[in-house]
């Protein structure tokens, strides 16, 4: 298991925030606050690590994803890439470095032209020194990610959801990344396939030297393979650790319920289930304070007044939370 | 393909069935001047194919007016997909928003107001009065152009709204984490997918230039079957209109059959599901 602490990162997130505006008035338009989709997150991804962010469908992974590629414009904060502010490229330079951040979509049917041939799709993500010989490449692509040679003439409307999202894991692996962001998709019955796809990340992540950054909605199929994990809240990171220090002494009080729900994590204090009141709230209604304030149980006067500031608790567990 | 455009075209026969018959029973029937109680004769050898002296069968009336369409929805495809493409990829600025209006001014107003306003702009401006010189191509852009007016304004809404739509798809999102340029993005992936989108919803619109144009001919004065068509209509001649209908449902089926074949000569999936 990668060290994380030792290594350079690759990716550092830094604050990260994104809002969309809201307007109301019928002439003059006017500033009616934002929907806060992605607020204040921090980590780093470190090279060759596989780094796990768990949260419920609406926790806003979809939008840190695209946010860290700079597909969507962040709020606040700021992305670096070995130390380069993604912000602050433009033209040609910020798509060398997005080639070397790729994203496989959590839509992964959507996020493929739907007139497309699967081989056109390949050949154009191509680096471009590889342009030269497409042929062989597209197919050692296909072979890496066991996309059946065959299927490679056929549009997306011609491939089952898996194959769509091993074609889009192929694109990905085209441009030759550093990084690969892959989007888990939200289908309740993706578990299977969900830890398919990351045996196959994993092992093809010490041949290829790639750091992974694996957005997934429940804990359990990504906890067996992952170096560090994170746990998403409402729209933020609250809590990030190695894995084995989270399964054992998770600190949030969102981590602990969510943790507890989950079958199959040992080291749990206890092993009764936690259950929490109420919902997560929208982007559209966050509470005020700590995010989380309305179903904690350890709520505390000064949880409603100020949000929990993103700190190390141990070194190398990182949480936001008063009371830890 | 050409089994497709041969399959499709056999369609246009059962239209024509059920035109034909019924146009007559329509004009029986009608309380007119139309009705005099004569039986109607088939539209051979009319006054609408008489070609000029001297003239090819291309200046015959019917002639006149199926060019002024032809040119009318040249134009009106031509400039509608790059208004449109101006006005999507210029989100929210003043070229969007004046798009926006003219489209929409084109495609609420009929093509008759249209054509009586542009006379208008033309008299006030000194330029209509007498009765323009038809061989030149500068008289037929007002009466072209007001004919594909419905089509511009219909063609660049859709591309509008199309390129819109898809640049928030994660496949244009995609596509730019691929490293493309915006450029490259919208041509490769954009434009082709737009032109799709266009192609499908093509029927309605060019069957509604086909049965406005012969309005829109009546108020120019051009040389074409509409002028002859109103003249029909009101002295009462029988054949003349009943011709007239034909031709034009023709025309009009005609007109749906090219949008067919154009949508499925760009989408093989289309072409295979029609033949269905
Ligand atoms: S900050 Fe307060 S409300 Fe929020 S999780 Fe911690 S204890 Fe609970």
Sequence with gaps: MVTAENLAPVLQVDRLSYYIPLWRGYLVRQPAGALRILDSTSFELYSGEMLVLVGESGSGKSSLAKTILHLASPGFGRVMYRGQDLAQLRGESLRAVRRKLQLVFQDARAALNPIMPAREVLAEALAPGERIRPNERILELAELVEFSPALLSCTPGALSDEQCRRLGLARALAAEPEVIVYDAPVRPDADQAGLGMLRLLRSLQSSLSLSCLFLDRSPSPAYRYADRVGVMYAGRLIELAPQEELSRHPLHPYSQALLAATPGIRGLPGDKVLRLPGESPRPGNLPGGCRFHPRCRYVQPVCLEADAEWRQASPGHWVACHMV | ?276
Aim: charge should be positive; proline fraction near 5%.
């Design chain 2, 1 to 276: 393909m050409s089994a497709f455009i041969f399959r499709r075209a056999v369609w246009l026969l059962p239209i024509m069935l059920v035109v034909v018959p019924s146009a007559c029973l329509l004009l029986q029937v009608s309380p007119s001047t139309l009705c005099d109680g004569r039986g109607l004769v088939l539209p051979a050898s009319h006054s609408l194919f008489a070609a000029p002296e001297n003239g090819s069968g291309w200046q015959s009336p019917v002639g006149n007016s199926i060019r002024l369409m032809l040119v009318g929805a040249a134009l009106g495809l031509g400039l509608g997909f790059p208004m449109g493409l101006l006005a999507a990829l210029g989100r929210g600025n003043w070229l969007d928003k004046s798009i926006q209006a003219l489209c929409s001014l084109f495609i609420s107003l009929p093509g008759l107001v249209l054509a009586g306003l542009v006379l208008g702009v033309m008299a006030w401006m000194g330029k209509a009065g007498a009765t323009p010189d038809w061989e030149k191509p500068a008289a037929w852009l007002a009466p072209a152009l007001v004919t594909g007016s419905g089509l511009l304004g219909f063609t660049a809404r859709i591309v509008n709204e199309a390129l819109l739509q898809a640049l928030g798809q994660d496949y244009a999102l995609a596509a730019r984490a691929k490293g493309l340029t915006e450029r490259e993005m919208v041509i490769r992936h954009l434009l082709r997918n737009t032109w799709i989108t266009v192609t499908n919803r093509l029927t309605p619109a060019l069957t509604s230039l086909v049965l406005g144009s012969w309005l829109v001919e009546a108020v120019f004065g051009y040389p074409g079957m509409g002028r002859l068509f109103v003249q029909a209509i009101l002295q009462g001649e029988r054949e003349l209109v009943w011709s007239g209908v034909i031709i034009y449902a023709f025309l009009a089926a005609l007109a749906g059959l090219v949008a067919d074949v154009l949508a499925a000569a760009l989408e093989p999936r289309l072409r295979e599901e029609r033949q269905r």
